[in-house]
């Protein structure tokens, strides 16, 4: 699957926004502005303004309703979601070349607070996803300790860990010892 770069930034940035979530009673990762001026920054988003507590709170907002774009039972309530997200944003498509990167466009008015850049350039990402028939690639990680999210950009769609050096080399590590175990034992 071909996504351009853009697309990739913003697929990249939903994921990141989505896994920030608390997990089983866990902290939340986008604790306070001071977290969410690192996940902007982390991020490179670019034409934000001063953050404050109303921006983490929409952020966090933001967060939630891309988490059930990635639990969809298909790709009609997604669609749904992504409609009404997209259009609350007040998506403005503009063409930009800014930070030395070529003409990409973006979906947020000028002057959008974060919260509306995220739901319109992520949103539109998510959009991409689910009118190329691909939104089978926004999964959660299989690893029964994780769930984290992630975007399937593997070329046979068989990418089953949010990450193969972490989760899936855990799991695969605990596959082998189990087989070890079971032909000693």
Not at 73 to 87: F, G, H, K, V, Y
Not at 123 to 151: I, N, Q, S, Y
Request: net charge negative; aromatic share 6%.
């Amino acid at each position: 699957m071909l996504i351009n770069h853009d697309t990739r930034c913003a697929l990249d940035a939903v994921v990141a926004l989505v896994n920030t979530s608390p997990e089983d009673d866990g902290p939340d990762a986008l604790a306070d502005v001071a977290t969410l001026r690192s996940f902007v920054a982390d991020h490179a988003i670019s034409d934000i303004g001063t953050l404050g507590e109303r921006d983490l709170e929409a952020a966090r907002a933001v967060r939630d309703r891309f988490a059930e774009v990635f639990a969809a039972p298909d790709s009609r309530r997604a669609s749904e979601l992504l409609n009404t997200m997209i259009a609350a944003a007040g998506t403005t498509p503009r063409l930009t070349d800014h930070d030395g990167y070529d003409w990409h466009v973006h979906y947020f008015a000028p002057g959008a607070s974060l919260a509306e850049h995220l739901a319109a350039d992520g949103g539109m990402a998510l959009a991409f996803l689910v009118v190329a028939g691909e939104r089978e690639r926004l999964r959660r990680c299989e690893a029964p300790d994780c769930g984290h999210a992630f975007v399937d950009l593997s070329r046979n769609r068989s990418r089953r860990y949010c990450d193969s050096r972490t989760c899936g080399n855990r799991l695969h590590v605990a596959a082998y010892r189990a087989r070890r175990r079971e032909a000693a034992g």
